[in-house]
């Protein structure tokens, strides 16, 4: 099983059926996205950041995408101003290099490619972005979910007995859908890759991002520019 299977599936309906913001991504999205120029949302699902976006700045033209067709179709059906489709984060050469003045990566997007696909995620991200764009980043956080140490371990123990590598940062889903993933510990879970902020924090700045604002809860959101 991957994440897009996950989306695809357990995960439709609970994000397809949202409406409105979090106080973090309103708080972010106030203070760093202007009503001017274009602007690309990655993982968009039913379109939820989107359209609130689009409520607020008129003038701002939005591209909004998601690798699962079904969360596309869904939000295609709530507004025709935006420009939603499907596409993956780790390609995007549909569009130019510097093609957008502000992109979204919010609720944990590179967190859900796999562990060997997140340079690839952020060098595009970073490749459509024009100079002094803003980009808004929140990725799972390591520390900020206490029970992830311990159920490393055991989910690494177990991943050592079958032969396979010790993966820290890489756990499986606790709950699907709502319920909880009693497949937990079975083998070929989908994974989902929780961030060290230091860790993070050098792999956006390798790539040349410059880090503008970081504020943590359980999540950890960065902002920056190119
Ligand atoms: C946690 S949901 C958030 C949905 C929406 N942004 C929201 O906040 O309501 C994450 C979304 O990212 C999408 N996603 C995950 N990996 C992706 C990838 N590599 N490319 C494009 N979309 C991806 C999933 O299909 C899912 O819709």
Redesign the pocket.
Known sequence: MD?HSV?ANEELGS?TE?SGLLDQEAYLIKKYIQDHGRLIE?????G??SLEINKAFKDLDIVA????AE?IHAAKTKSDKIDFMV????ELSVFQDATFDHAIY????VS??PEEKIFD?LNEAYRVLKKDGVILFSFLYYQGRKINTPLSVMVNIIRTLRGQQWRRQSLPWLKLGGKINWRFFGKGQATTYWFEEEEIRKILERIGFKIVEIKKDNMLYMVCTK
């Open positions: 994440n989306y994000w949202r990655a993982g968009t699902g039913g939820r950041i995408f998601d690798f699962v969360m596409l993956d984060a780790t919010l609720q944990q997007i859900l490619v995620v």
